[in-house]
């Protein structure tokens, strides 16, 4: 189910008894978005950072094909300055490298501690800074990283909340999101101007329901089931983080996400839907939030139905 084209449809795999299902993380990676819908098309294999743009839009490509989850989500602008120097500690691999924070390109640096690949030749790399990536080159290889792949891979103490704009799901043969064809994920990236970065987070999830269902042992039956299942997520994660904007998403969106989740509760007579958004190893980039709900490193909620509406209860609060 694509968010631009809901499709009400009678479900496959219908329950005949009660349903509880429990939602889980088991796989979490951010992609930087701007990278890809604002580089050519066919980055240049023969230079570093084309060999790393390349193999980030093979990894986002391979999404399209599965049931996975996206949330577009941004956080602060950051750039290296490329006006001022790295410099190395006395001692060991620390790097200082200059950076530039926000819209109004606040003056700050980080500090990363290195350590040298087995496949090194030299004991310390040569370094190389660009607005946007840095490269290291350790003689017989190179690593390249974005400036907030570093922020990822090293503890820099630099810690910026994750904004949730957007939910939807990855399955789209004809690649629309990776070629910036999502007309609701284009506003947002407008509306987010030019001071924040845009990125792709991108979840596998996995479904704990309690009882069996009957016939969904086949895999053509749990594919249905999956869909399902991922149909009914998509819009519980809307309505958990996004505020209704019509410029985003139109009524008659809104009016045909509703009928599909009235449709899917009845039809797997689905009772609870607990969903944990927590990961077994949380990094700088986990704590999310947005217009609707606060900073957490944990999104865990319990949802239940009021007739087919959706009723949501965060543990501990009333």
Request: overall charge negative; aromatic content about 10%; some cysteine.
């Amino acid at each position: 189910m694509t968010s631009d084209e809901l499709i009400i449809a009678d479900p496959a795999a219908r329950s005949h008894t009660p349903q509880s299902w429990d939602v889980t993380v088991s796989e979490s990676k951010f992609y930087w978005y701007d990278l890809l819908v604002d580089f050519p098309p066919v980055p240049d294999f023969r230079d570093p950072l084309g060999r790393y743009l390349r193999r980030m839009q093979f990894a986002v490509e391979a999404t399209m094909e599965k049931r996975l989850m996206y949330m577009l989500v941004s956080r602060p602008k950051l750039r290296f300055d490329t006006s001022r120097s790295t410099s190395w500690g006395f001692f060991g691999l620390k790097l200082s490298i200059p950076i530039l924070v926000g819209g109004d390109q606040k003056r700050d640096s980080i500090t990363i501690e290195l350590k040298v690949p087995e496949d090194a030749t030299l004991k310390k790399p040569t370094v190389q800074v660009f607005e946007r990536f840095l490269t290291l080159n350790w003689g017989s290889m190179i690593e390249t990283y974005s400036i907030h792949d570093l922020l990822q891979s090293f503890d820099t103490k630099h810690d910026y909340p994750t904004k949730v704009h957007y939910v939807g799901q990855t399955r789209d043969p004809a690649g629309r999101l990776l070629k910036g064809r999502i007309s609701g994920v284009n506003r947002v990236c407008d509306n987010n101007g030019p001071d924040f970065d845009n990125f792709l987070l991108i979840q596998r999830l996995d479904f704990s329901t309690g009882a069996p269902i009957p016939g969904a042992d086949s895999d053509e039956m749990q594919d249905m089931l999956l869909k399902d299942q991922m149909d009914l997520l998509e819009c519980i994660l809307i309505k958990y983080f996004e505020v209704e904007n019509e410029k985003v998403r139109s009524p008659r969106e809104v009016q045909s996400r509703e009928a599909r989740v009235a449709s899917l509760y009845h039809a797997h007579m689905l009772q609870r839907l607990q969903v944990d958004l927590a990961l077994e190893a949380p990094d700088a980039f986990q704590n999310l939030y947005s217009d609707k709900v606060k900073e957490s490193a944990r999104h865990l909620f319990e949802v239940t139905f009021k007739g087919s509406e959706p009723v949501f209860r965060v543990p501990g609060k009333a």
